[in-house]
């Protein structure tokens, strides 16, 4: 059994700047990838970050500039950076990770911590 637990999510200002964590527990042999998704009211989930093992990152274009995604791979845990947050920044942002026990290779999901940009 993997787990993804995220926190860090809350009200903030336009502007403003928040840091989310999500750390991975269980059986855990080793991590492939861990990443952060968001699904705003009413839309589809997307992508936000991803970052491998190696610490190699990913971003699509519309994320590029204010988030920045980190981990401590000693904790099993990934960080998401978000600065200058806009009101469509608001969404549940939700943890992912690509985990490899010792018998299978999982993709997992937190249950997500949200966001609110407000003034």
């Known amino acids: 059994q993997v787990q993804l637990v995220e926190s860090g999510g809350g009200l903030v200002q336009p502007g403003g700047s928040l840091r989310l964590s999500c750390a991975a527990s269980g059986t855990i042999f080793s991590i492939h990838s861990m990443g952060w998704y968001r699904q705003a009211p009413g839309k589809q989930r997307e992508l936000v970050a991803t970052?491998?093992?190696?610490?190699?990152?990913n971003y699509p274009d519309s994320m590029k500039g204010r988030f920045t995604i980190s981990k401590d791979n000693a904790q099993n845990t990934v960080y998401l950076q978000m600065n200058i947050l806009k009101f469509e920044d608001t969404a549940v942002y939700y943890c992912?990770?690509?985990?490899?026990?010792?018998?299978?290779?999982?993709?997992?999901w937190g249950q997500g911590t949200l966001v609110t940009v407000s003034s």
């Open positions: 970052i491998t093992s190696g610490g190699s990152t």
């Open positions: 992912n990770a690509v985990v490899v026990t010792q018998t299978n290779i999982l993709e997992v």
